[in-house]
């Protein structure tokens, strides 16, 4: 959210600056300059990445949309586990198996709306439980199959933010390509006047002027944000990676969320007498 915010108030601030310097909104409204520098972003986007990774840049854009993990969040999670791991000590691993083949009819995990929703994790921690449930691996070589798990995901959701990354780095390139097309149009008229040369000269600079601001102040930002919210993606599963790693090396359920907690960066770690309290709460309930 604050990724459209910061590029909102920068557009408008820039926008204020130039009006306040007497500056005439309408000369910078420049169709074919427009069409040269997005046009050719577009291009630079499809010849680099494809047309797959336009959809997953689109749909990481949107994402930017949903709120980062929570300190609530994160209980919410620790909790859903402990309960988890509390069913396989009381009724054996097979107990789990219910609960891990339909999540969303588990009277566990359908308790916690907010986990059902990020279905990467769903699937993440379905899945690692049901290797478990098979006995045929062992702790470490588990550990190592979460860490491949997550390491592909992680260079898949970077993706997007890549893809921007060399669209913004190419945008002021392509700002003076477009001011240089603008000044070899301005050649061509220069019997026509002072005015018809003064409005192609501008005409030209505007360009030169989208491609930086496009690069600087739109997509360099959106790649950050990007960058930014698949790393506290991240931390979230790493937390359930962290879990189950201790759970298969048979730890008790309040250690596996110790560990798991740990994990988590201050800013948004529970306390343990905080989780602490969270659990008994759920065991009166």
Known sequence: MFAFIGIIIGVVMTLLGYILHHGQIGVLIQPTEFIIIFGAAFGIFLASFGMQALTQTIKAIL????????????????????????????????????????????????????????????HFLCDTMKVILTGAVGPHDLSEMMEMDLEVAHEEELLPAEALQTVAD??????????????IITMGKITAGPEKI??????????????????????????????????????????????????????SPITCIEFARRQIEPS???????LEEAVKDNKAA
Do not use: W
């Not at 969040?73 to 909790?79: C, I």
């Not at 190419?170 to 000044?183: E, H, N, Q, R």
């Not at 030169?208 to 690069?215: D, K, Q, R, S, V």
């Open 170 to 183: 190419a945008m002021p390139a392509v700002g003076i390509v477009a001011a240089v097309l603008g000044v």
């Open 63 to 122: 994402g930017l949309l949903k709120p980062a993990p929570t300190k609530d969040l994160y209980v919410q999670l620790l909790k859903m586990m402990y309960e988890l791991f509390n069913v396989a000590r009381k009724e054996g691993l097979l107990g789990l198996e219910k609960h891990v083949e339909k999540p969303e009819e588990s009277e566990i995990i359908s308790k916690y709306p907010s986990f059902l929703a990020n279905h990467h994790a769903v």
């Open 198 to 251: 003064g409005a192609s000269v501008a005409a030209a600079l505007v360009g030169t002027f989208l491609g930086i601001f496009a690069g600087y102040v739109v997509f360099a930002p959106m790649s950050k944000s990007i960058t930014t919210k698949v790393k506290r993606d991240g931390v979230y599963l790493n937390c359930i990676r962290h879990a189950l790693f201790s759970f298969a090396r048979g730890e």
């Open 268 to 274: 948004m770690r529970p306390g343990f007498v905080e």
